[in-house]
Structure formats: C-alpha cells, structure tokens
Nanobody, 116 residues
Framework: QVQLVESGGGLVQPGGSLRLSCAASGFTFSSYAMNWFRQTPGKAREFVAAITRGGADSLTAASVKGRFAISKDNTNNTVDLQMNSLKPEDTGVYYC?????????WGKGTQVTVSS
C-alpha cells in the first residue's frame, strides 16, 4: 500500500524556519521524482519545489527561491523541505507528491501557519 506521510508543520513567526518531511512507503522511492505543493483555501494547489529521482537536481518556485530547499534521501525514503525566512504568504497546507513509472501519488498534507 502506497503511503506518503508529511510531518513538521506548525505555527511559526514571520522570519522563522520549519523543516517538513515526507516519509514514503509502498513503492520504489528511488524511481520517483518528488515534489512539494501547497494550497490555501479558495486557491489552486501551487507548485513549490521538485527534485529528481536521484536527488541531484532540484527546482524551486520563484516565490520561494533562495528561502526553501528540497532534499531527497533514497536510503530512508524521505524527502524534506527546508523553509527559511518564512512569510505570512507561505501559510497553507503543504503536500508531497511522488511522480514516476507513469503514476503519481499524493500525501494528505501538513499545515504551515506563519503568523505573529
């Protein structure tokens, strides 16, 4: 059974940091590229970051470039999102997504709230 479980969300003040993690099971993790998306109420789900199967190459959205970094651990089947210099507009539910072998899987998300 495929599972993607996000963790690490919470409430943080503007300028603070959080590290999200997504634990994967039930599929060949090293064969999948991994992505992070986020969503706020009333808005479409927004791309945040992506990393290749082997973890050598990554991409971040312009809105988070220089503040967020994605990393992938094919030994422990996890993908992390390090978020620094957080802003109120970074608030949302963060989802990880696995893409590969003609399939894609989503986690259930973790809430991030940036507020003073």
């Amino acid at each position: 059974q495929v599972q993607l479980v996000e963790s690490g969300g919470g409430l943080v003040q503007p300028g603070g940091s959080l590290r999200l993690s997504c634990a994967a099971s039930g599929f060949t993790f090293s064969s999948y590229a991994m992505n992070w998306f986020r969503q706020t109420p009333g808005k479409a789900r927004e791309f945040v970051a992506a990393i290749t199967r082997g973890g050598a190459d990554s991409l971040t959205a312009a809105s988070v470039k220089g503040r967020f970094a994605i990393s992938k651990d094919n030994t422990n089947n996890t993908v992390d999102l390090q978020m620094n210099s957080l802003k109120p507009e970074d608030t949302g539910v963060y989802y990880c997504k696995a893409v590969g072998e003609g399939k894609n899987y989503w986690g259930k998300g973790t809430q991030v709230t940036v507020s003073s």
